[in-house]
């Protein structure tokens, strides 16, 4: 194996590990607000790439298929949180957890009566259908730099929203002490609302992103859920950054275990998960 | 002598009686009693485009025979197996203890095939598995009463070993799911290639149904092999070729596949397609009377054009017509049936086959390549391709 | 003192396990009715373990569905292929292999709570998804085969065929019979109290000196054996292995069931197995989106009836009982 190899890779290990951040950070920012563990983050990662089917066959333009979706994906997500979520904020984990179940079934049955079981795709649109040369015979596809681009936009963005807006501070205060946010004069309930719709909004937007370069099919979603708590159980629960560190590495190790080790590449990134937590039982960067 | 005749007397009566009793029973039996075909097919799920075009053509095969056989009308009895192999016994079950189905005509799926062979051994049922390729089906595990119409995974690997070395290919990487189908097609291009003196330098098995295989073509890139030989279906076909294609692949390093690779989803891979070159018992654009007249009537019916699972559907179909009607119509005596169906000729849209001893296609295996988004038959690859059914009794 | 905590408890047990054991009479040796009973029956024991972690114990754990899938392949693995074995020499040998391998993954799991565990359980039952999908020993994703079923005797004496459809139904209901009595028992014991004294207020228990962590892993432990045994018996009955045993909707369907029934209840395991296969499948013959239905039912009740069907009729025997 020579060096471009290892770059290929590394490069293919980024652009998995960022997308998988744009997933968790909407689950693990939710959970650090609202103390809210949804189960379907990972339906809404379905719904997000079958939106983009939807409204790219329909218009033919997957760019206004994707702001179309991922302006429904903030609706939905209010409409959930407005509904369902706001009972839950009283009740116990397991209430969360069965909910939240209850969902799954829900979304995967509209999935299945709305666009059926046939795997679907979707064109990468022209613009970016190309590949630039890498080596005398790899090519990298330009889409792919492309998600890589928009994970890291998102990155950048909740950062700067975090740290350095009125709304990044509630979420910080939320974060640690809900009840004195509260006090001060916060409306808890409309930041609950946001947070929540943002966070399904993040989920949504890497399965639109990635529609064209997966395969759409039943199931999806639940399969990019367990990878997602892997990441956020590594990061440490809560915490944006350490979601961001975690969700890296996981992509790193699945990538190069799937050819350097290809008998455990399955396993590896739940081999990983219970080394680290052997060592750090909250993760990695625990608040 | 008075006793006599008072015993024989109604004897003689009742004998005679019964004879009729029985007699007409199994006439009104076998000429109003409806011929149970059971469907166990995935209706639902990743699989269920095979299951309901498997499902077409067996309908339409019975349609062209006016729905009867000798005389008696068809009761189809449709199960969906979701492709779930954990389902299998427990929907055979139903099929053959509940509802008593003369034939059970499934599934796609080769895991769900391996747990309806254990449940349907030693029953009154007649299996016939318009799809599964698990070559243990008609090989280690084969049955009496078990039929396929469909094809061995090794029939669909086995003859691209040598075409590969004739091409000129001597270091080739094999890459499929890791799975039974998967493995065994890998398995069954290995043996011809290595015995015609190429080298499999590589062979690549990804978690099923994992279908990001970026890291694996990067793999296969740094390795320079002459040519690749894969195993895909469905989805995970479509997303391949084209990743091949984006990765920059396509050109350099010549692809090649069985014919599942191509099969149903040229249109989906689009430009990435083209030149891909695979080996299956089947081409659409095959030229025989047959294959043309059941396209026809096919897309007349459906309004979709037809595809290798509905002929060995539309085949299963045949074979049920054929046996039934060389027994009179009469579906009570299984081993009668059976002893026909393997007598058999099959008038296939793929071109006429017999059933080897393991009651498994013996059938010609084609060379495609697409042209055009259409896999066109160079050359036939192996004419009358038996699978050696390794580890069958019958 | 009685076993029953109350009045619906004990009608409910009694006409369930009378109704039980004259049904394959009624059936006419329609083994597909049996066998279908008979699946739930090992699902009820299943899902009462799971009650008996998640209702009792207050664990929450989306991996158990792993200890079921362990039992089926833990069997099929130690007994030689051809040969008939001893199902009760059997039964241990799984449930000692499953328990062994329940205090490993207790000893990592049990030291992370609430919301961590329910990842970490669904990410284990995983990874042992895959360990046995992507093996080349173990079948792989097609799973194993058990082509001889064992024999049932005891110091020689041979009553139960498990061939025999009807025989394997009796040894189901017993095992499921057998089951609720243990818990029951358990329940009643010293050790259950302080178990339940761990679910209501760890704090003070610690407190008092309880080492929570030692009690949870042998609740832990001991319902996971259980879930193999469980497992077990499922592989018996159809003679086949598969690694989709032990996915994460095994589990979430379980807990589901669960809650049906009315958590913690443990009867309430038996009541829910039965009302969710019965609607699963009277609706699935209705319309293929019965997801769509269980997936609303589920959010209603969790919205509304906070103790499932269970804690439902418990409320008419409120102020009779001994609870």
């Known amino acids: ?287 | 002598m008075n006793n006599k005749k008072k015993i024989l007397k109604p004897l003689l009566h009742a004998s005679i009686a019964a004879c009729v009793a029985s007699m007409s029973g199994y006439l009104s039996a076998n000429e109003q009693t409806p011929i149970k075909i059971g469907m166990m097919l995935p209706f639902s799920g990743v699989y269920a485009g095979l299951g309901e075009a498997a499902r077409n053509g067996l309908k339409q095969a019975l349609k062209e025979n006016q729905n009867t056989i000798s005389g008696r009308p068809i009761e189809f009895i449709e199960m969906d197996t979701e492709a779930k192999p954990a389902r299998a016994p427990e929907i055979t079950s139903s099929l053959v203890d509940n509802q008593k189905a003369d034939f059970i005509v499934g599934p796609v799926h080769s895991g769900v095939a391996m747990g309806m062979i254990k449940s349907i051994k030693g029953k009154d049922s007649i299996m016939i598995i318009p799809n599964a390729g698990a070559n243990a089906a008609t090989g280690a595990f084969c049955q009496p009463n078990v039929f396929r119409t469909s094809f061995s995974s090794w029939q669909t690997a086995y003859p691209m070993g040598k075409e590969a070395f004739d091409m000129g290919y001597k270091k080739v990487v094999t890459m499929s799911w890791n799975y039974g189908f998967g493995k065994e097609s890998l398995a069954a291009f290995n043996e011809s290639f290595t015995s015609a003196g190429g080298e499999v330098v590589k062979k690549i098995l990804v978690p099923f149904p994992k279908t990001e295989f970026q890291s694996y073509l990067t793999e296969i890139a740094s390795i320079k092999p002459d040519a690749v030989f894969v195993f895909f279906a469905g989805g995970g076909a479509v997303k391949f070729v084209k990743d091949y294609d984006a990765m920059g692949l396509k050109g350099k390093i010549p692809l090649l596949g069985s014919g599942f690779l191509t099969e149903g989803t040229t249109k989906a891979q689009g430009p990435a397609s083209e030149g891909v070159i695979t080996t299956l018992h089947y081409a659409d654009s095959l030229d025989n009377a047959k294959n043309t007249t059941f396209r026809q009537q096919y897309q007349e019916q459906y309004g979709k054009p037809a595809d290798l699972f509905s002929v060995q559907g539309y085949d299963a179909g045949q074979l049920i017509i054929d046996a039934v009607t060389a027994t009179k119509g009469n579906t009570a005596d299984k081993d009668a049936l059976i002893k026909q169906m393997e007598q058999l000729e099959i008038d296939s849209p793929r071109g006429a086959f017999k059933f080897s001893k393991a009651h498994n296609p013996i059938q010609n295996v084609y060379l495609r390549k697409v042209v055009d988004g259409q896999n066109t038959v160079m050359k036939i690859a192996q004419q009358n391709l038996e699978d050696p059914a390794r580890g069958c009794k019958l | 003192m009685s076993v029953f905590s109350n009045k619906s408890e004990k009608l409910f047990i009694y006409i369930f396990f009378g109704i039980a054991l004259f049904i394959p009479l009624f059936l006419n040796d329609n083994t597909f009715y049996i066998n279908k009973i008979a699946s739930i029956i090992i699902l009820a024991i299943f899902v009462m373990s799971l009650d008996y972690l998640v209702g009792r114990t207050g664990l929450i754990t989306l991996g158990h569905a792993m200890f079921y899938g362990l039992g089926g392949y833990i069997f099929t693995i130690l007994a030689p292929e051809y040969e008939a074995v001893n199902f009760w020499l059997y039964t241990f040998y799984v449930m000692t292999a499953s328990g062994f391998v329940a205090l490993i993954v207790g000893l990592i799991v049990l030291r992370t709570n609430g919301i961590y565990m329910i990842m970490i359980t669904l990410a284990l039952a995983q990874m042992t998804f895959y360990y046995f999908a992507d093996s080349v020993d173990y079948g792989g994703l097609d799973g194993l085969f058990i082509y001889v079923k064992p024999e049932t005797s005891i110091f020689g004496l041979n009553f139960l065929d498990l061939d025999n459809e009807t025989h394997f139904y009796y040894l189901c209901l017993l095992s499921l019979f057998n089951c609720f009595i243990f818990f029951k028992v358990i329940m009643n014991s010293s050790f259950g109290r302080i178990i339940d004294a761990l679910k209501e207020n760890p704090d003070r228990a610690t407190a008092l000196g309880y080492n929570i962590f030692q009690f949870r892993l042998i609740a832990y432990v001991i319902a996971s054996s259980l879930a193999s045994y469980a497992g077990y018996l499922f592989a018996l009955q159809y003679g086949f292995v598969n690694p989709t045993m032990m996915s994460w909707d095994v589990s979430a369907t379980a807990l589901v069931m669960s809650l049906l029934g009315g958590l913690g209840t443990i009867y309430g395991a038996i009541l829910g197995s039965f009302v969710y296969e019965g609607l699963h499948y009277t609706i699935e013959h209705l319309t293929e989106y019965w997801m769509f239905f269980m997936g609303s039912l589920i959010i209603a009740l969790v919205l509304t009836l906070k103790n499932g069907l269970a804690g439902f009729l418990n409320s008419f025997s409120r102020g009779k009982s001994d609870e």
């Open chain 1, 1 to 287: 194996m020579d060096s471009s190899f290892y770059l290929v890779q590394l490069l293919n290990a980024v652009q998995y590990g960022l997308l998988l951040f744009l997933i968790a950070s909407g689950l693990t920012l939710v959970f650090g607000v609202m103390g809210i563990l949804n189960l379907a983050h990972g339906s809404m990662y379905m719904i997000g790439a079958y939106l983009a089917y939807y409204f790219t066959f329909l218009t033919d333009n997957f760019f206004l298929a994707f702001l179309i979706s991922g302006a429904i994906a903030l609706i939905i997500g209010f409409i959930i949180e407005r509904f369902l979520i706001i009972h839950l904020y009283k009740r116990d984990h397991l209430d969360q957890v069965l909910l939240t179940v209850g969902l799954i079934f829900v979304f995967n049955a509209i999935q299945s009566f709305v666009w059926g079981n046939d795997p679907l795709g979707v064109e990468v649109p022209s613009l970016l259908s190309g590949s630039i040369k890498l080596t005398d015979i790899i090519e990298y596809p330009v889409y792919r730099l492309f998600i890589s681009g928009v994970c890291i936009v998102v990155a950048v963005g909740m950062y700067l929203i975090i740290n350095r807006t009125k709304l990044g501070m509630m979420i910080r205060a939320g974060e640690s002490d809900r009840n004195m946010v509260e006090n001060l004069g916060v409306d808890i309930s409309k930041l609950f609302t946001i947070v929540f719709a943002i966070g399904v909004l993040l989920s949504a937007l890497a399965g639109i992103v990635s529609a064209p370069i997966v395969s759409l099919v039943p199931g999806m979603g639940e399969h990019v859920l367990i990878s997602c708590f892997v990441v956020v159980v590594i990061g440490g629960l809560g915490s944006i950054k350490g979601a961001f560190v975690a969700a890296l590495i996981v992509g790193l190790v699945d990538t190069f275990a799937s050819v350097l080790l290809p008998e455990i590449s399955s396993m590896s990134i739940y081999l990983l998960m219970a080394l680290i937590l052997l060592v750090k039982p909250q993760g990695l960067f625990k608040n």
